[in-house]
């Protein structure tokens, strides 16, 4: 064994919290664009004066903040969950940052529904939309946001990689117990790998007594009865 395997191990709290980190910072994206205002309607119902509503992104898309919940609840299990458990996380992860992007960039590359808007600013029905006012700093967060997560989930199944293949490595011993063995009943010189291999078996592979080499002298499995 080489002092070079237990560098894995040295890594993986750094592995954990730098998804767990990203999380965070997604999350807190999509948090602070559902506080923001992303659409002013300007309305008028022909009576009064003309009204200014502000839709933050919680109305207007809804689904900011139980994105970014979810993103929360993703950093905890990230911590809970490994193997393939930890795969389905990351294409978990990935989807809610789509659903977080698609959103956004609807919004800024296509006109606001001002039938929509007059709905979500709860205008009476005599009112009318005269117009829409869209502020692009908070679908930017989200996307960044969603491309902070898009990361995460990357790293996430990373790290899946990894801890399958160790723990591919650590259940190796037994195998490679059995090979050593193997190795040891043919007649192919030993490697330095396979001696070390074969004292862990419980085997000492400089003894080269067996059973079909007991000589005429050995008493071994003779009858003193008479």
Do not use: H, N
Request: overall charge negative.
């Amino acid at each position: 064994m080489t002092d070079a395997e237990p560098a894995p191990a040295r890594r993986s709290p750094a592995a954990a919290a730098l998804p767990a980190l990203l999380l965070a910072v997604a999350a807190l994206c999509l948090w602070a664009s559902s506080r923001m205002t992303w659409v002013q309607v300007d309305s008028f119902d022909g009576l009064g004066e003309a009204r200014t509503t502000a839709l933050i992104g919680g109305t207007w898309a809804a689904a900011t903040t139980p994105l970014a919940l979810a993103l929360l609840a993703a950093i905890a299990a990230s911590f809970a969950v490994r193997g393939w458990a930890l795969r389905v996380l990351a294409v978990l992860v990935a989807v809610v940052a789509v659903a977080a992007i698609v959103p956004a960039v609807t919004m800024l590359v296509s006109d606001v529904d001002a039938d929509r808007a007059g709905r979500l600013a709860e205008l009476p029905d005599r009112a009318e939309v005269t117009s829409t006012a869209v502020s692009t700093g908070p679908a930017v967060l989200v996307i960044a946001g969603g491309v902070v997560a898009l990361v995460a989930a990357v790293l996430l199944l990373r790290r899946a990689s990894v801890s399958t293949g160790l723990s591919a490595k650590y259940a190796a011993p037994a195998a490679r117990r059995d090979e050593a063995v193997k190795r040891r009943e043919s007649s192919e010189p030993p490697s330095q790998r396979v001696l070390w291999d074969a004292l862990d078996a419980g085997d000492d592979p400089t003894d080269d007594d067996t059973d079909d080499q007991d000589g005429p002298g050995s008493d071994r499995g003779t009858d003193t009865r008479r």
